[in-house]
């Protein structure tokens, strides 16, 4: 039937076992390649949050501008009023998809999903995120900026847009018969469908998967499932190839023990000598034979460093087994997908839907393919 898989961010040709062993291990551990230098940021820029700087690109209705003090913050734009405006007429009873649309005409110029993400942030009563990091939760602090809405004004919306999701609730009720209900993207228009079951004229019933409010998209749930079914045996890993690609990644990425403390007493040993040399240019500099510039200079350089090198060892602690049990358990996983999926309750293949296909999937006719955003 021709499905294909891809991540959005880097395409994998699945013809290759190699691909699918990388589609695993993207799918169980996305940060695999976690980029050091992007931890250390994210670290900076938390630190910042929690004193209340706005670290990023400023969202519509606030521009980018640090304070008197020099901190990254906020100040209103031209556009806040728009803002404003949007989440009173929220309290007016209009729904947000029509306040979207007024807003449009009188400038606010914003896609359906950004509106949507607008009217929950509290960047505009005045917080700034703290994301989740190690042992710490999320949480919100105190921005640096103004507030565009008042508190009572921001929780107000929060209250009528959650009490219009429980509404909304009876899309994702449980029906055996229709486990991906949820799960799949309309290739027309891009809304999650729906599925329900249309009687025969005979009395019996055929189960449907089908798109909203005038799109025609439509699957037959057996199809559908065959689709998936197809799909899902794609992904299915070879249990030598498993093994093999076990050991490989057992030996980049250090499960051996003996492999690791060797690393981290190399990375200990350097990080002293680095001590050692900011001690001598620290003597160097009392005695007057280097000069305090030259000092500070070569002072940032090797803390930079340390830095590094202990944020290399830190990893090697955390990481090592716990990262190849994650491993071993996609594997597990991806060895078996299919017959884990079909003979999987309906929470259970709710639970594979969500957590392995995160952005839904997509059906399409003629061409069935299939694909997903990893991340
Ligand atoms: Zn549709």
Known sequence: MGIKVNSIEQPLNLDQPDNKIMLAIYLAVPEVENDKISIRTTEGSRRANKEGCWT???????????????????VKSEKSELVKEAFEYITKGFPADEVRRIMHKKGLNISKSRFHLLIKNPVYNGKVKVPAYKNEDEYYAEGLHDAIVSDQLFNRVQDILKGRKRSKKKWSTKNE?????????????GRILTGSAST????????????RLGCKERFKVDQAHDMLDDFLSKCTIDKGISDLYYDI???????????????????????????????????????????????????VKYLKKITDLEFDHSELKNHGLNFMTQIKTALKIFENLKNLYNNASWEGKQMLMGSIFTEKIIFEKNRCRTLLNMF
């Open 56 to 74: 990023s690109t400023a969202p519509i209705g606030y521009k980018n501008q640090r304070t008197s003090e020099g901190k990254a913050s906020l």
């Open 177 to 189: 018969n229709l486990p991906l209900r949820g799960h799949i993207l309309c290739s027309k228009c």
């Open 200 to 211: 025969g004229r005979w009395g019996g019933k055929y189960y449907y998967y089908h798109c």
């Open 249 to 299: 990644v057992s030996e980049r990425y250090g499960n051996n023990k003996q492999v690791r403390s060797t690393k981290m007493n190399r990375i200990n040993k350097e990080i002293k000598e680095l001590k050692e040399i900011i001690s001598r240019a620290e003597d160097n500099l009392f005695e007057g034979k280097i000069g305090i510039a030259t000092f500070e200079k070569g002072k």
